[in-house]
């Protein structure tokens, strides 16, 4: 869906919005002001929304320079040096012990607290609630994290001045329709720095279309309900596609003989044709005859350097929830571990990752340059990256790692 509220670490911001000096910032703050009159105004008013709303939401809201990803009047946009974010640096440090242990001890809790919503969303959804306490923990916390940043003016700013301009004023719209509305309790319009809302962090449309009412109030309320919050993520979910009946995926082993270039969504073949080729459930455990007869895909988000995966189209559901492979597989983990105990993936995260962004681009293009579709070169190592990078190390006679390494920034220039 969006980068999450959990994730709300400190990055870097393009240098000329840094260093803008106080007349520049005056200039663009003047700029701000008429594109809100000129675009966003006549954009919310179609929508139903009032004058008296559109004057409140912005009221003493300034542009806030420390978002990432900006992009100022005058200047390009470039690949950041340094990304930050957990999603994007070493993988296994997404699955730091604090994280998981805390978001599945919690996660009990809530499932025993808040049974009966977890049910019912569940009978009307197919989407279990392992799933849905797994999202919610990532997301807030299950409601318990602070949530601080005024959603106009981070959505303002974004709408204004960022890389995706188009997508985060269309947010902003929907953001003073919800306020229009009445939907959020008052003083309760803070998101995320990316402007998601509420418990389950949703974005603005998002909220618009699948906010859903797990009380039988007649209200969705995803900033006090429990129920309102486990509804809507079932919702959201079963919208996007959930398969009910089917698991999200499984850890496995994957011997030298299968390449990690057979790894994506894009490359899906029934899961006993995986187990095959030799692919196996990691402790020895087959795979359920009913998942065996249904199409599975690779999935090695540090290449040979970590855990692996046979996952099903439920996992990229998750995806959808959120665009990050680590995300996803975050979700799936926790929910397995709330609901059936589970421990530790078996293989070990390798130290790979904490290179630079601006590194990663390097590579990237060099490999589009070779005619490799990388998936667009932002630096960040998806699956289109990271088996481009093993078909180039089994053409130059390498090892295939399937994962951005130091030693290659030399030969990928």
Known sequence: MRVRAMCVAVMLVLGWAVQAPAQDRAGVERQFRGWLEQTVWP???????????????????????????????????QTPKRQRQAEFGSPGKYFNRGSVEGATAVGRQMARAHAQALARAEA??????????????????????AITHDVFRVLGTKGFMSTRAGYFTEELVAALQIAEAGHAPSGAMKSSWAGALG???????????????????????????????????????????????????????????????????DQGRRIRDWAAMGITRVGG?????????????????????????????????????????????????????IQYGMGDFT?????????????????QRALEGMGHDVGGADGLPGFKTRRSIGRWQEATGQRATCFPEAAMKARLR
Request: hydrophobic share 40%; glycine share 12%; charged share 20%.
């Open 124 to 145: 009307r959804t197919g989407v279990p609630g392992r799933i849905v306490l797994g999202i919610w923990g990532r997301e807030s916390g299950y409601g318990r994290v």
């Open 43 to 77: 954009q919310a008013s179609r929508k139903g929304v009032s004058r008296a709303t559109f004057d409140r939401a912005f009221q003493g809201v300034s542009l806030d320079w420390d978002l990432p990803d900006l992009v100022p009047p005058g200047t390009r946009a």
């Open 199 to 265: 418990q389950p962090q949703f974005m603005p449309t998002s909220f618009l279309k699948y906010a859903a009412d797990g009380t039988g109030d007649g209200h969705a309320d995803i900033w006090r309900s429990e129920a309102d919050t486990i509804a809507s993520i079932a919702n959201y979910l079963a919208k996007h596609g959930w398969q009910k009946g089917r698991d999200w995926g499984f850890e496995v082993q994957v011997p030298e003989g299968v390449s990690c270039t057979l790894e994506g969504p």
């Open 347 to 363: 293989a070990r995260w390798g130290q790979v990752g904490g290179l630079y962004r601006s590194d990663v681009a390097v590579m």
């Open 285 to 337: 455990k087959a795979f359920p005859e009913s998942e065996a007869r249904q199409q599975g895909f690779l999935l090695m988000p540090a290449g040979r350097s970590g855990p692996a995966f046979i996952v099903t189209p439920n996992f990229y559901v998750l995806k959808d929830y959120n665009m990050s492979d680590l995300y996803a597989l975050f979700v799936g983990h926790v929910g397995d571990r």
